[in-house]
């Protein structure tokens, strides 16, 4: 309770959650609201928006209905944020959990490791993978995972460090503790806060990784997300440039609230971290 | 005479600097190509089938002699070792579909991106540092506000839309700038016009940064406010606007170096993006083309060079930061 008035007290981050909740519910209720194929074509092409009320959001170079697509792409944009995410935490906590705990080698391997999949240019890595490994989901989220997991490595391996040698780990210890079992069940879900807030932001990052990458075309062919759609219409920014536009808001809105509950997380769980 | 002798005593520990940096940079570079090199090597279908395929070769003799050629009998790791011993003499390897070595077809790439890059971080730390310490200095008033709803604004919006959206606006509909491209088709190509084609792909891609920079910046300028120097400062009587230019500003602007840092390798990534809503002859549209014909030597190519430059404006970033935190003279 104590977390949701203090998450609550953030105006941003209310409004953000609210949105954010319309969205994935949106998104789980398109093929009720839109049963029929996005893809398929519906209507005469380059409608603008308001022209004809079937439309609301008007029709694309072929015809086929932005609102449908717009609302079915919701679901692509939204799982491959919160899978990516799920990816690069996994691997951040796991590579930062266990370079703070057992310091000395392994910890300067890791770091070393975080140093090099920084050098690397993400989003070239990113391309690269999935041209390779092929355009489905599945890859796209792995490969994103694995560009975007060195903060949440980072900021885990320092929460470890500073708790690993606290009295109730060593009382774990004394009692003869294992390290899986303390790291997994004593430091961890003390250290879970902050990282927490890192994974929500990796969402809002992640979405736009995948935009960029469908953008340029290289996204899944099956799936109709909102990058690509951006991608689709920029042929016709001359006379239509409105099919560019409402996909593209799409996305702002998104990470913009996705930003605005990293806020409100950052407030509700490291009081001492705020305004930073 | 003081200042001679820390001065003189700053310039070794900034040589000292450069070479941890450039012995550190050594097992980075080494990992960056492994990586890239088993990731390339995971590729279904071997890129001479690609290549003999876009070539029309069928002759089994030429196949053998190019299989032969570009080494692909010896076992993985013997092609990674004679990669990383041709790297060492700058041979990059053959391009086949630009018919000319990869270090060439890059580096006749590279200065577009790099002064893509450049512009756009030079905006980025410009707008973002400014807005910052208006944010800050105006702290909970309408400018606050406007430099906080602005960023969140910029923070969110992906770099291709924006640069779609502005050339909607200042191209296609003002027709004050240039739809794309570097240069005017017949009779351009002098700076100005370079500088004017110039205009809408750094916006695009700068205002993200600049939007991340005006945070940290406005709260690294509050809490380095409140710290006692500043205090002694105020106390000596000097006054206010002077206390933030001269003291506050200059450590306040540690942070953002930090984070500059961090990220050249993500701006380099996002001008590819950036180049391609642009049509901008850099780097970008090679990868592009590497990437969808497969043309692997190029794409590792070009992963080794850009993880080159990282590192050297990581570098850079750290001879700046020191130069601008008094305190790293100690070490």
């Given amino acids: ?276 | 005479m003081a200042g001679v002798i820390a001065s003189s005593s700053r310039r070794v520990a900034a040589l000292n600097l450069l070479r941890r940096r450039l012995v550190q940079a050594v097992p980075l570079m080494l990992g960056v190509v492994v990586i890239n090199f088993v990731l390339i090597h995971l590729a279904p279908g071997s890129f001479l089938e690609l290549m003999t395929a876009e070539n029309q070769v069928s002759d089994p003799a030429t196949v053998e002699l190019l299989r032969k050629t570009y080494g692909m009998e010896d076992p993985l790791w013997l092609q990674l070792g004679k990669y990383i011993w041709a790297l060492l003499h700058l041979d990059f390897g053959f391009s086949y579909r630009q018919n000319m070595p990869v270090i060439q077809a890059i580096t006749i790439n590279l200065p577009a991106t790099l002064l893509l890059m450049i512009s756009s971080i030079t905006l980025a730390f410009a707008v973002g540092v400014a807005a910052g310490v208006v944010a800050s200095m105006k702290v909970r008033t309408f400018w606050d506000s406007l430099v906080s709803v602005a960023a969140m604004f910029f923070f969110a919006a992906p770099s291709f839309w924006l640069g779609i959206m502005m050339i909607v606006l200042f191209a296609v509909k003002l027709g004050w700038l240039p739809v794309g491209g570097m240069a005017t088709i017949g009779g351009g190509g002098g700076i100005f016009d370079i500088l004017h084609h110039l205009i809408l792909p750094t916006l695009a891609l700068g205002l993200f940064y600049a939007a991340i920079y005006a945070r940290v910046m406005r709260s690294s300028m509050l809490e380095v406010a409140q710290l006692d120097f500043v205090r002694t400062a105020r106390a000596k009587g000097l006054s206010r606007n002077q206390v933030t230019l001269h003291h506050v500003l200059r450590n306040a602007l540690l942070p953002v170096v930090t984070i500059l840092g961090v990220q050249m390798g993500t701006v380099l990534a996002g001008s590819v993006v950036i180049e391609s809503v642009f049509s901008w002859p850099g780097v970008g549209s090679l990868l592009f083309d590497s990437v969808s014909s497969r043309n692997y030597p190029v794409v590792l190519g070009i992963m080794v060079l850009g993880s080159l430059v990282v590192i050297a404006a990581n570098i850079a970033v750290d001879l700046l930061y020191m130069w601008l935190d008094p305190r790293i003279e100690i070490r």
Avoid at chain 1, 10 to 38: C, E, Q, S
Avoid at chain 1, 42 to 49: A, D, F, H, M, R
Avoid at chain 1, 62 to 81: C, E, F, K
Avoid at chain 1, 178 to 195: C, F, H, K, Q, R
């Fill in chain 1, 1 to 276: 309770m104590d977390f949701l008035s203090r998450f609550s007290r953030n105006r941003g981050a209310l409004v953000g959650a609210l949105v954010i909740l319309l969205v994935a519910l949106i998104a789980v209720l398109a093929p009720v609201f839109f049963p029929t194929d996005p893809l398929r074509i519906v209507g005469p092409p380059e409608l603008w928006p308001g022209d004809d009320p079937d439309f609301l959001l008007g029709t694309d170079s072929l015809g086929r209905d932005i609102l449908a697509m717009i609302v079915h792409g919701a679901r692509a944009t939204l799982l491959i944020g919160l899978f990516a995410s799920a990816v690069a935490t996994l691997i951040g906590v796991t590579v930062g959990a266990t370079a703070g705990y057992f310091g000395g080698w392994v910890d300067e391997a890791s770091m070393r490791a975080a140093e090099l999949f920084q050098t690397i240019p993400n989003l070239i890595f990113v391309l690269t993978i999935v041209v390779i490994l092929g355009s489905t989901l599945h890859n796209i989220v792995i490969a994103i995972g694995i560009v975007s997991w060195t903060p949440i490595a980072r900021m885990t391996r320092a929460e470890f460090l500073a708790l690993r040698d606290r009295e109730f780990v060593q009382a774990c210890r004394s009692m003869g503790m294992g390290d899986l079992g303390i790291i997994m069940g004593e430091i961890l879900p003390n250290a879970l806060p902050p990282v927490i807030v890192l994974s929500s932001l990796v969402v809002a990052g992640a979405i736009l990784f995948e935009s960029a990458v469908s953008f340029l075309g290289l996204g899944d062919p099956n799936v109709a997300s909102w990058g690509r759609l951006v991608g689709d219409g920029r042929q016709l920014i001359r006379s239509s440039w409105y099919i560019c536009a409402i996909p593209g808001v799409a996305i702002m809105i998104t990470v913009l609230c996705l930003n605005l509950i990293g806020d409100g997380l950052n407030d509700a769980l490291n009081p001492k971290l705020r305004d930073r």
